[in-house]
């Protein structure tokens, strides 16, 4: 089962922190947004590998642009 992680908001990529392939947890960020001057972390809510990541630093997304998506892992 695959999981989507998609922008809530206009920002721009500050950094991505993790690669195609990672492993990642609940509560693990995986890329940060800049708007307004302020970082915003991108914190997963599942764990799981990552799939794809369509974005690279400094790309502007838009509210419900694709981020990251997960492979989930079953318990």
Excluded: F, N, Y
């Excluded at 998609?6 to 693990?28: I, W």
């Excluded at 590998?49 to 419900?64: L, N, S």
């Amino acid at each position: 089962m695959a999981a989507e992680i998609r922008a809530e908001m206009v920002a721009q990529v500050h950094s991505v922190l993790v690669e195609p392939g990672s492993s990642v947890a609940v509560g693990d960020t995986v890329l940060l947004l800049e708007s307004m001057k302020m970082e915003i972390p991108v914190i997963v809510e599942w764990a799981g590998v990552v799939i794809e990541i369509p974005v690279t630093p400094g790309d502007v997304v838009h509210e419900g642009d694709l981020l990251v998506t997960l492979s989930l892992t079953t318990a």
